[in-house]
């Protein structure tokens, strides 16, 4: 881990002092005086070298651990080179693309998202492609060829499911106390800057969520707090349903997102925010 500035530049200080030719001629304190200066000098030097080793540390050990057949992340990181319509070299895994643009290589990567997870001995492949801001499941096709390219790589004898399917409901009712000096009683802001800065809040803290990620309830209380105006944001309503499944739940601490993640599909009926001035 790389050291301070202060750190290193005391280090060069203490070394110049204890050295018997060069202490009786550098004797002045004084912050500006030319010696420390460039003691300064060197020492933001060595730091930005090892904050570039940290870095580069970092980033081997991800590629490392990306690299290890076998693994979830491995799974995952093959998932994410998927090219929709691209040509797969069967004798190592990887595609051919030879007379490709970066940017034809670039769109024909379609998976935004991917997790792998195991269970009973199981892989379940989530994913999932962009469209815009937001998330969507694979169509038919690109369900069906994906499924073909994570079987072709996969080891012999992994029993493999992909999932990409719609995201989760989330459905909240919220009282939100808030500082009449700041918000309107619609949640505006009374400056003009923002007409909907806590309904803005609660949207992008599920797009902020990590794919795959648990949604924590208490989190998202948070997220509403953070906006200035907000002096109490009580949750009335929290509940979560898949898709496929018409019955919402409870949500009282925390939810695994069957699809991978969540969203509000109807802002009227499933963002609720009741302005209660404080």
């Known amino acids: 881990m790389a050291r301070t500035i202060a750190e290193i530049q005391a280090e060069i200080i203490t070394a110049v002092q204890n050295d018997t030719t060069l202490s009786p001629q550098l004797t002045s ?33 991800e590629l490392v651990a990306a690299q290890k057949p076998h693994t979830l992340r491995w ?73 073909a390219y994570m079987t072709e790589v996969k080891d012999a004898g992994v029993k493999m499911i ?30 003009g800057t923002a007409s909907t800065p806590v309904q803005d809040a609660a949207k992008a803290f599920l797009r902020e969520l990590p794919f795959d990620g648990k949604y924590v309830k208490a989190h998202h209380v948070d997220a509403l707090q953070s906006v200035e105006g907000v002096i109490v944001p009580e949750f009335r309503l929290c509940q979560a349903r898949r898709d496929d499944d018409p019955s919402f739940a409870n949500v009282d601490v925390f939810y695994d997102p069957y699809s991978g993640f969540l969203k509000f599909y109807d802002e009227e009926t499933d963002l609720v925010l009741n302005f209660i001035p404080a």
């Open 29 to 61: 304190t004084s912050v500006t005086a030319i010696w420390r200066l460039w003691t300064y000098i060197i020492a933001v030097s060595i730091w930005t070298l090892e904050v570039l080793f940290d870095l580069y540390r970092t980033e081997i050990t």
């Open 75 to 147: 799974y995952q990181t093959k998932a994410l080179a998927y090219q929709h319509g691209g040509t797969l070299n069967l004798a190592n895994d990887e595609y051919n693309n030879t007379g490709l643009t970066d940017d034809q290589v670039a769109e024909q990567k379609i998976i935004a998202e991917a997790a792998v997870t195991e269970v009973d001995n199981i892989l379940y492949v989530k994913v999932q492609k962009a469209s815009g801001e937001d998330l969507a499941q694979l169509d038919l096709t690109e369900t069906e060829a994906f499924t």
């Open 162 to 191: 992909v999932r990409s399917v719609p995201a989760d409901h989330l459905k909240i009712e919220v009282d939100v106390y808030y500082d009449a000096t700041i918000l309107s009683s619609d949640g505006a802001r009374l400056d």
